[in-house]
């Protein structure tokens, strides 16, 4: 076992070619490339990240990831298995680290897709098999600031958090400045995969210094069906105008869109006052 793939550690450049030193650690060589090596010369010591690449050669590089053995870095998700895992880039040109499914949710629907972002740090197991293995809530606590002083100043503000932990009793979040952020079931319409960004509303401030977030817009800013549509119709328009307003025959409103003139006058009312649209004699437009 190589217990010290996915490390950085001293060693010594021992041969060369054209494009690359051969940097040597405990008897074993590995290829670094000379286009990453900032410090180092034939028959010196010098120190590099060394790891298997997607072939499983060994490779070595002054270029460090983000994560390493015994350190976390955030890692993007590039691909997902549903046999195996995800596979995450921490940085390295030839190789992306897989996170095992038995660290990922139950439910697959909660793991994270392409894109999202995990914290992670690498291990190896006894086949020289390098794995990442996502930050559990103890290190997020850790990692996390408390919310001190003024708390009045944080309510509504919107922040926008990667999910780190999906539990029966809510979705656990960290800020981009490393604040902690809790969503209780009761504030979110979906519920957040892990690694997925998303933006919330400070509702309060928990017993334990966190955001308690809400993904749920406040009730006067929730936007009906109706409203939602009339929004998509002028959208589609050139103009962004649609020759209807609260004065319009109730049968052409009717007969155009598919709704009351009731309910027309509500969605257009919502709108409105959400300054959304403005109303002409000829109709409604859409407020870019």
């Known amino acids: 076992m190589n217990k010290d793939l996915g490390s950085i550690v001293n060693g010594k450049i021992i041969d060369e070619n054209t494009g690359n030193y051969f940097f040597q650690y405990q008897g074993i060589t590995y290829q670094l490339p000379k286009s990453l090596v900032q410090k180092g010369k034939l028959g010196g010591q010098c120190e590099a990240f060394i ?4 072939k499983n050669h060994p490779k070595a590089t002054q270029n460090y990831p983000s994560a390493r053995q015994n350190r976390y ?45 995990l914290l992670v740090k690498l291990i190896v197991d006894k086949k020289d098999r390098q794995w990442a293995v996502p930050a ?6 850790d990692l996390t600031t408390k919310i001190r ?18 539990k029966l009793m809510g979705t656990y979040a960290i800020t981009e ?26 509702i309060g401030i928990g017993q334990n210094g966190n955001l308690n977030l809400s993904l749920k817009p406040r009730s006067f800013e929730a936007i009906s069906e109706d409203a939602q549509m009339l929004l998509a119709l002028m959208d589609r328009q050139v103009d962004g105008c649609l020759p209807f307003n609260d004065k319009s025959d109730p049968k052409a409103i009717r007969q155009a869109l598919g709704i009351s003139k009731a309910q027309f006058k509500r969605a257009l009312g919502h709108l409105l006052k959400q300054k959304q649209v403005i109303q002409t004699e000829k109709g409604i437009q859409r407020v870019n």
């Not at 298995?81 to 996170?99: A, N, Q, T, Y």
């Not at 559990?136 to 606590?141: A, H, K, P, R």
């Open 73 to 117: 870095g955030w890692a993007e998700v590039t691909e997902v298995r549903p046999e195996l895992g995800c596979f995450v880039s921490i940085g390295l040109p030839d190789k992306d680290m897989v996170v095992s499914l038995d660290d990922l949710p139950g439910e697959k629907n909660l793991w994270p897709k392409s894109g999202d972002r």
């Open 149 to 166: 002083g003024n708390k009045k100043r944080w309510m509504n503000q919107i922040k926008e958090v990667t999910v780190y932990a999906t």
């Open 136 to 141: 559990d809530q103890e290190v997020f606590q």
């Open 177 to 202: 400045d490393y604040y902690q952020a809790f969503i209780h079931p009761s504030e979110r319409e979906v519920e957040p995969r892990l690694g997925q960004k998303v933006k919330g509303r400070v």
């Open 51 to 54: 790891y298997l690449d997607q």
